[in-house]
């Protein structure tokens, strides 16, 4: 469930781009990107057992 979070903040992010906002969108696909690194770190430390 939490991962529907950078698709929907991914979604966001274009739609924002595809009508011109480009600082808008670019600020949403940063969020993101941050949200997906936070989430990797996570997992690959407690799941993959790989440390980072």
Do not use: Q
């Not at 469930?1 to 950078?6: A, D, G, K, S, V």
């Not at 929907?8 to 690194?37: D, N, S, Y």
């Amino acid at each position: 469930m939490y991962m529907f979070l950078p698709f929907l903040t991914a979604f966001i992010g274009l739609i924002l781009v595809w009508f011109e906002k480009r600082l808008a969108g670019l600020t949403v696909l940063a969020v993101t990107v941050a949200i997906l690194m936070v989430w990797f770190r996570f997992h690959a430390n407690s799941h993959l057992n790989i440390s980072l």
